[in-house]
């Protein structure tokens, strides 16, 4: 993305921090994926990955959700709950 021009108006207020991470977050899924990813696609994907519930405990979870992808697993809560478990 550039961060002056009319390439993408999405970007209008950022900080160019943000727009150096917004880079490098795309930089690394494309990474994962193996090919090119649009800003649309990868927005897509950060939605769809911000909209999954954080959940700190397994307990309770059995199953999936209708993407086929669980719960994303806060790894703040679990290392600070084994931290003070073994206290």
Not at 24 to 31: C, G, L
Not at 54 to 73: D, L
């Amino acid at each position: 993305m550039a961060a002056n021009g009319t390439k993408n108006k999405l970007i209008k207020g950022l900080t160019e921090h943000d727009i150096l991470t917004f880079e490098e977050e795309k930089m690394r899924y494309q990474r994962r994926q193996g090919r090119k990813v649009t800003d649309l696609e990868f927005l897509r994907y950060l939605l769809m990955y911000a909209s999954r519930p954080v959940i700190s405990a397994k307990e309770g979870v059995s199953r999936g959700f209708i993407t086929g992808h669980g719960p994303r697993y806060e790894k703040g809560d679990k290392i600070l709950g084994r931290s003070a478990r073994s206290r």
